[in-house]
């Protein structure tokens, strides 16, 4: 009998991301993590943890059977832990909240909640999550932010008494180190406070009833759910490092599946592109901040090096910062100057969510997600739209110039079958 667990909340900046890297870390040595919806963040978070790469669940970009499949292929290890997006129900309309992803892999769900400067209301917002949908998996809660156990006692009264099938699992006293974060979310720098954050958070948490409700039969891989890979002979070169880092684990695996040999190269230690390569991937990340441009700015070698690939009518697939990167420049940074792009950084957020991308020429339709700071200011016509809903209000957000495939969406590569 294996393990699982999906961990969720009524929102963001509730606890998730702090709880679930708790049980990672307690778990490490024999958990598989795996993230619900597009972050690259926490994924990275969770295999500073646990030593293993964390795995992407997009109810958006993957349909129900391709959830399972990824779920099941990448379940290697005795426990799986997922870490929810949003609140449990948001993203619903999308088929994409972590309330979908449990349901699709019947996996048990634990809530985590504010308890500050409350008590009885908590048992009526459990009692209230668990009637909106009636085939959720709801099985346990553990309180975040309280003060003393007699407040958590209070709490527990009040549930056990309404809620008797909802196991209370422990509580989380208020004023822990917080996880810092960037414009793009948590702060890698500080992974290393999570062991002694991770101890705080579990003191008051009973680890023993919550293995219990964790049982779980893993089921058998399901038939494969894509498109057949098509293994060639081209040679492909993926840059990752900490300035082209938003790769998900699965797409890396993509990569070694389709292409004879896959070559892994750090722009950042000015690494030459090998020249036996048909196509270079720039993923995305961030080129745009003064501490990462500062890692970039005089890799001449590797600048060089995809200049010359590109005059020599070689691939090159890029994806947001990768996109930028290909640019003249972001404000004042000078950046390839591959394409006749320039871009500069906003205050606010220019898109945010889910996407479709339309290829203007083919009419091809890809899905994925869009997060950015940066906006055009200066370009030749694109060749990709991207929208929500309504391809009429979407506006242009990549360009397909010969052998240039450069994108703001973040796509899952196995589904989109775009490289």
């Known amino acids: 009998m294996n393990k ?26 024999r958990v598989r993590p795996y993230k619900c919806g597009p972050d690259f963040i926490d994924p990275q978070f969770h295999e500073a943890i646990t030593a293993t790469p964390s795995i992407n669940l997009d109810g958006f970009c ?101 809620l008797p099938h909802i196991q209370p699992l422990g509580w989380i006293k208020k004023d822990l180190p917080s996880l810092g974060s960037t414009h793009l979310g948590l702060d890698l720098a500080d992974k290393n406070a999570i062991e002694p954050i991770a ?110 690939h590109v005059k020599n009518g070689k691939k090159v697939y890029a994806e947001c910062a990768g996109l930028i990167y290909l640019g003249k420049k972001i404000d004042e940074k000078t950046m390839s100057g591959i394409l006749d792009i320039e871009f500069s950084l906003s205050d606010k957020r220019e898109r945010l969510g889910y996407y479709y991308a339309k290829e203007l020429s083919t009419q091809k339709i890809l899905k994925g997600h869009a997060f950015h700071y940066s906006k055009v200011t200066s370009a030749p016509q694109g060749d990709i739209l991207l929208y929500k809903s309504n391809p009429k209000r979407g506006n242009i957000g990549g360009w397909i110039k010969r052998n240039i495939y450069a994108t703001y969406l973040h796509s899952f590569w196995r589904e989109s079958n775009v490289l």
């Open 199 to 308: 101890k705080d958070v579990l003191e008051h948490i009973d680890l023993e009833a919550l293995e219990k409700i964790m049982h779980y039969q893993k089921p058998s891989l399901p038939p494969y759910p894509f498109a057949p890979i098509e293994k060639n002979d081209a040679v492909c070169t993926l840059v990752q490092d900490e300035n082209f880092s938003f790769v998900y684990h699965d797409n890396l695996c993509y990569l070694k599946e389709k292409y004879k040999k896959l070559h892994l190269i750090k722009a950042i230690k000015d690494e030459a592109i090998p020249q036996e390569s048909d196509i270079v991937i720039l993923p995305g990340g961030y080129v745009e901040t003064n501490r990462h441009y500062n890692n970039i700015k005089d890799a001449t070698t590797f600048k060089n090096s995809l200049i010359s």
């Open 62 to 162: 993957l349909d129900k059977e391709q959830q399972r499949w990824m779920f099941v292929n990448y379940f290697d290890k005795e426990v799986a832990i997922i870490e929810g997006v949003m609140g449990y129900y948001d993203g619903m309309d999308k088929g994409a909240s972590a309330y979908d992803v449990a349901k699709t892999l019947q996996v048990p769900t634990l809530l985590v909640l504010d308890g500050s400067g409350s008590y009885i209301t908590l048992s009526a917002i459990i009692k209230g999550l668990c009637e909106f949908q009636k085939d959720n998996t709801i099985k346990g809660v553990i309180f975040n932010r309280l003060s003393s156990k007699s407040h958590y006692e209070l709490i527990k009264k009040t549930l056990q008494r309404e």
């Open 4 to 29: 699982a667990l999906l961990i969720s909340a009524t929102a963001s900046n509730v606890g998730k991301t702090l709880l679930s890297s708790a049980l990672l870390y307690h778990f490490k040595e």
